[in-house]
């Protein structure tokens, strides 16, 4: 486990160094805005069924293991095929609405930030075809516990690093487009090999859905789809609020969710590792009760963590974000933008740790209908709170927004849990 942190945190900083580079060259400006926008779009969708199929497939790939290698080998071959079809059907409706979708997204972007999405949009839409197809890779090596894959997750953020270091061409836009989409191919071309090497099963064309795994998979994706499109249409809406803010809103959001993504994603990881094992482990032995008091307990107890955390990281606020980006293009007039912006986002870390805890619950208690309507609930309660918040207060609206989301899916979940009976468990997976 603690491997699989330590590949989670190496992949996670690849990340935050690729933003660190992308804001020594370019700072708040209509570049990042293009490239930022156009990565979220390219990509929601396809990463939106890559997190609902990373839940369902690798119990799938385990339970494989115990048959026969032929029929793990016709699966896997199906999956790969259908992962790149579907990836290509993503791309190709992407192209067709681009421009009415473009339109929709950038709001009161100035039409030179229009035009580079729109070029960077015709070379970057393959990614989506890429991110299925690394799915498919990835899950097959986790289900074999070698988290290798969770490591080279950081691979695209390490390709566009180099780019943007080290390309002098005249366009601004190619280090980050070009940067992104080799990262993606690059990934491919080596989980690929090392998907093979697991049972020497090497996967090929197979446009049939013979396998017997296709049923239940299906059953799964049903129930976690709704819950995880809603998920994944969150960073979209927020994009599209603060787009109609005017150039430099979606890049500054940008750099303050980065520099959060690393606060609360460290803070998520322990969580699920510490109450995932335990509150799995009562109810396996049938005492719900325990593990509903146990769970409530702990949401408390996340609650004031996630106050004290938020109340230390206050005021390092500008420290932070001047380490991370405060160099080149990258102004100290910027820095007090992300900044506060990013003070603004600590609402959502007490509530957020929170609903964690008890949305963990509710997994392992295999309630993932009631799972997909809180989801839904919370979404609505967003949406709401970002039209109200961003007409009140600007561009911090969108973040607080956030935090009555994560306050409403906590105190829904708590609602959930307390009144209707708990059903005999069925796994535990993160929330």
Request: hydrophobic fraction near 55%; charge should be positive.
């Amino acid at each position: 486990m603690s491997r699989v942190a330590a590949f989670v945190l190496i992949g996670r900083s690849a990340g935050a160094f690729k933003e660190m580079v992308i804001a020594y060259r370019y700072g708040i400006s209509n570049v990042v805005d293009a490239y930022q926008i156009t990565l979220m779009l390219v990509s929601w969708l396809p990463s939106a069924c890559s997190a609902i199929f990373a839940i369902v497939l690798v119990p799938a790939f385990v339970d494989l293991r115990k048959q026969s290698a032929s029929e793990e080998a016709q699966f896997l071959s199906e999956l790969v095929t259908w992962s790149a079809v579907v990836g290509l059907g993503f791309t190709a409706i992407l192209y067709l609405i681009w421009p009415y979708v473009l339109r929709l997204m950038a709001g009161n972007l100035a039409v030179e930030t229009q035009d580079m999405a729109h070029h960077m949009m015709m070379v970057m839409a393959p990614i989506g075809v890429l991110i299925m197809m690394v799915t498919a890779y990835s899950t097959r090596l986790q289900s074999s516990e070698r988290h290798i894959a969770t490591l080279l997750d950081g691979l695209p953020a390490v390709m566009t690093l180099l780019l943007v270091l080290f390309f002098t061409g005249n366009s601004a836009m190619q280090p980050l487009m070009y940067g992104t989409l080799l990262g993606y191919v690059a990934l491919v071309l080596v989980l690929r090999p090392l998907g093979g090497k697991v049972d020497n099963n090497y996967a090929r064309l197979s446009f049939t859905f013979r396998s017997r795994k296709w049923p239940p998979v299906y059953h799964a994706v049903r129930v976690f789809m709704l819950g995880q499109l809603v998920v994944c249409c969150t960073p979209a809406i927020d994009q599209y609020f603060v787009a109609h803010l005017g150039d430099g809103a979606v890049a500054t959001l940008g750099y303050a969710n980065r520099v959060f993504g690393l606060i609360i994603s460290m803070g998520a990881l322990a969580i699920a590792q510490g109450t995932l094992p335990v509150l799995s482990d009562i109810l396996g032995r049938d005492d719900h009760k325990r593990a509903r008091h146990t769970a409530f307990q702990w949401s408390l107890l996340m609650l004031g963590a996630g106050t004290v955390c938020a109340a230390i990281a206050y005021p390092l606020a500008p420290w932070m974000v001047g380490v991370l980006f405060q160099r080149g293009a990258f102004t100290a007039q910027n820095t007090e933008l992300v900044a506060e912006l990013m003070r603004f986002s600590l609402v959502q870390l007490p509530f957020y740790f929170a609903s964690l805890v008890m949305m963990n619950l509710l997994s392992v208690e295999g309630r993932y209908k009631e799972m997909a309507i809180i989801t839904a609930l919370g979404f609505i309660v967003k949406v709401a709170a970002n039209t109200l918040l961003t007409r009140w207060i600007g561009m911090p609206g969108v973040v607080v927004a956030t935090g009555v989301m994560q306050a409403s899916v906590f105190c829904l979940s708590m609602l959930f849990t307390r009144r209707i009976p708990p059903l005999r468990p069925t796994g535990g997976l993160a929330a």
